[in-house]
T-cell receptor
């Protein structure tokens, strides 16, 4: 079945450091890829997405490029802030034969990011 | 445009009881999916509804059931609650699941 693997956290950085959170996936067909962010006590918020190979999703200084050849969708940010401290989830959405071709989401386990002043 | 709202926000139930959680989808979204998120874990897909019919299900037993109404709001029902059912239950809506999901803030269920 489909799966998403993220690097384990927590990732601890100083403010203004460069961030990379690795994400690789396994899926049949051509999934859409997403990054979600979850702040304490809240639900998930869509951060960025990419729907086909070589697409780059970007939002709020975060970027991720859909790499079909390496089945990866790594999240990057050039300069993190304390307010970026949260849990980040990589996810895919792909058609599922067992569900009549409907798009079914699969999430990674999440990577906690802690940014110190 | 309104987002996804879930009720209640917190709930405590006794093992063996039944619970119903509710979700109002974002305006214009016709697909609702439900997730169980244990502490420190990613969301686990329970099932998804599209135009009032279940069109996808994760690895959850039949005591987890749901409904979607004509206005695309949804309910998650869990029978015979077990201690391991304690988790954050998230609802998300989308337009046919292709462009990402809008999540609610979740219902924190504690089973004692």
């Amino acid at each position: 079945g489909d799966s998403v693997t993220q690097m384990e956290g927590p990732v601890t950085l100083s403010e203004e450091a460069f961030l990379t959170i690795n994400c690789t996936y396994t899926a049949t067909g051509y999934p859409s890829l997403f990054w979600y962010v979850q702040y304490p006590g809240e639900g998930l918020q869509l951060l960025l997405k990419a729907t086909k190979a070589d697409d780059k999703g970007s939002n709020k200084g975060f970027e991720a490029t859909y790499r079909k050849e390496t089945t990866s969708f790594h999240l990057e940010k050039g300069s993190v802030q304390v307010s970026d401290s949260a849990v980040y989830f990589c996810a895919l959405s792909a058609r599922s034969r067992s569900s009549g071709g409907s798009y079914i989401p699969t999430f990674g386990r999440g990577t906690s990011l802690i940014v110190h002043p | 445009e309104t987002g996804v709202t879930q009720s209640p926000t917190h709930l405590i139930k006794t093992r063996g009881q039944q619970v119903t959680l509710r979700c109002s989808s974002q305006s214009g979204h016709n697909t609702v999916s439900w997730y169980q998120q244990a502490l420190g874990q990613g969301p686990q897909f329970i099932f998804q509804y599209y135009r009032e019919e279940e069109n996808g299900r994760g690895n959850f037993p039949p005591r987890f059931s749901g409904l979607q109404f004509p206005n695309y709001s949804s309910e998650l029902n869990v029978n015979a609650l077990e201690l391991d059912d304690s988790a954050l239950y998230l609802c998300a809506s989308s337009l046919e699941g292709t462009y990402g999901y809008t999540f609610g803030s979740g219902t924190r269920l504690t089973v004692v």
